[in-house]
């Protein structure tokens, strides 16, 4: 199982601020997968990517995948309290499996 | 509404019972897959389809078994329920299992294994 480092694990911001979350292996991945999920529901898929030093934007989200294929972040700008939930990337190196990290929590205040 | 269905939403059982979680889906998604998931651990897979008839096991397989006799189901078996078995559980489904494919996912059964 290829282990997917995600940072920070937890964070907790107000409503406006900008940051970022990291997701970081020694491996490399053939595609790259960001999931949000909130309090008692499945993850949602919101983005995958598969070319390395991609970048794609999902209105105030801006994922990026690393050059090497091995990382990639998530951008958040003007945070809103919608944007509150467990963050989750997912890679998938040849085989069958999707392997997750454990997850950013996000709590962005008013 | 399109989507995966998983039931029940919440269970109890005593331990060394069995029982089933339910899966289905509606997208004719070639690719489904159960995952667990705890607290400080992440989501972990414990079983996956390709396809009809073909199954195989994840990371954490033991305790559990599965069959996919059609292309819309995937139950998920727990043989002998064991506390250590109490957690989330997902069932997700792709079109398929090539890279640039991502998952749907089902709202989850919560288990609880007294």
């Known amino acids: 199982t290829q282990l997917l480092e995600q940072s920070p694990q937890f964070l907790s911001i107000q409503e406006g601020e900008n940051l970022t979350v990291y997701c970081n292996s020694s491996?490399?991945?053939?595609?790259l997968q960001w999931y949000r999920q909130e309090p008692g529901e499945g993850p949602v898929l919101l983005v995958t990517?598969?070319?390395?030093?991609e970048v794609k934007k999902l209105k105030r989200l801006t994922f990026q995948f690393g050059d090497a294929r091995k990382d990639s972040s998530l951008h958040i700008t003007a945070a809103q309290t919608g944007d509150t939930g467990l963050y989750l990337c997912?890679?998938?190196?040849?085989?069958?499996?999707?392997?997750f990290g454990k997850g950013t929590s996000l709590l962005v205040t008013p | 509404n399109a989507g995966v269905t998983q039931t029940p939403k919440f269970q109890v059982l005593k331990t060394g019972q069995s029982m089933t979680l339910q899966c289905a889906q509606d997208?004719?998604?070639?690719?489904m897959s159960w995952y667990r998931q705890d607290p400080g651990m992440g989501l972990r897979l414990i079983h996956y389809?390709?396809?009809?008839?073909i199954t195989d096991q994840g990371e954490v397989p033991n305790g559990y078994n599965v069959s996919r006799s059609t292309t819309e189901d995937f139950p998920l078996r727990l043989l002998s329920a064991a506390p250590s078995q109490t957690s989330v559980y997902f069932c997700?489904?792709?079109?398929?299992w090539g890279a640039g494919y991502g998952y749907t996912f089902g709202s989850g059964t919560r288990l609880t294994v007294v």
């Open positions: 997700a489904s792709s079109y398929s």
């Open positions: 491996s490399v991945f053939s595609s």
């Open positions: 990517v598969v070319t390395g030093g």
């Open positions: 997912a890679g998938r190196n040849s085989g069958y499996a999707l392997n």
């Open positions: 997208m004719n998604h070639e690719y």
């Open positions: 389809s390709v396809g009809a008839g």
